[in-house]
């Protein structure tokens, strides 16, 4: 199957600070790619779709100017969460698609401290 | 809407079959997916059938889809311990981007030795 590799696995930053994590389609390429949040013992809510070359679409409730997503290349999504705070803290994952499916990255798990 | 439901828990022996089940509301519905999540990890695409099928067997894993009831099954046979994680239904409507799916809150899957 396609591989999506996404980095950092594990961040922990303090509060008011940056972070980005990474998502890449290593052996194909993604036009779309998706952002989602996990939290404890919940299913996996959609942030926002990453677009190849404009602007993402972010899911209501989802603050853009928070969670800034970069999709500069077709197998580079990045997602920045910016004046980070506890609350952010979570567990990030990716995907991209495929013919065959969708295919997740390792996932993030953030803490902010 | 796009409301996917599952069990939350299931235990079964080692060397039992587990069924884990899952239904969903969107009858536009293009594939259908079963992910495996251990702890701490991203999700493994462990099989998907498209809507107009039946029926998939891959190995030790069975699908089985009721389209007019809307329930999707996974069979696993002879349960591992390394079969124990969360297990997430998911599924892709026709309306929306390809990749973007939507999840059910999924089955803690435990195998007792």
């Known amino acids: 199957g396609a591989v999506v590799s996404q980095h950092p696995s594990r961040v922990i930053c303090k509060s008011g600070t940056s972070v980005k994590i990474e998502c890449r389609s290593l052996?194909?390429?993604?036009?779309?790619m998706f952002w989602y949040r996990q939290f404890p013992k919940q299913s996996l809510m959609l942030m926002a779709t990453s677009n190849e070359g404009s602007k993402a679409t972010y899911e209501q409730g989802v603050e853009k100017d928070k969670f800034l997503i970069n999709h500069a290349s077709l197998t580079l999504s990045t997602l920045t969460v910016t004046s980070a705070h506890p609350e952010d803290s979570s567990f990030y994952i990716c995907?991209?698609?495929?013919?065959?499916?969708?295919?997740f990255g390792q996932g993030t798990r953030l803490t902010v401290v | 809407g796009e409301d996917v439901e599952q069990s939350l828990f299931l235990s079964v022996r080692e060397g039992d079959s587990s069924v884990i089940n899952c239904t969903y509301t969107?009858?536009?519905?293009?594939?259908l997916y079963w992910y495996k999540q251990e702890p701490g990890a991203g999700l493994q695409l462990l099989t998907y059938?498209?809507?107009?099928?039946d029926m998939k067997q891959d190995q030790r894993l069975t699908v089985l889809l009721n389209k007019k009831d809307k329930h999707l099954s996974l069979r696993i046979a002879d349960t591992q311990t390394g079969d124990s994680a969360i297990y997430f239904c998911?599924?892709?409507?026709?309306?929306?981007?390809?990749?973007?799916?939507?999840f059910g809150r999924g089955t803690q899957l435990t195998v007792w030795p």
């Open positions: 995907s991209a698609a495929t013919g065959q499916g969708a295919f």
């Open positions: 998911a599924e892709s409507i026709r309306s929306s981007t390809l990749g973007r799916l939507y």
């Open positions: 059938i498209f809507s107009n099928m």
């Open positions: 969107d009858s536009s519905s293009t594939y």
């Open positions: 052996d194909f390429q993604a036009t779309t």
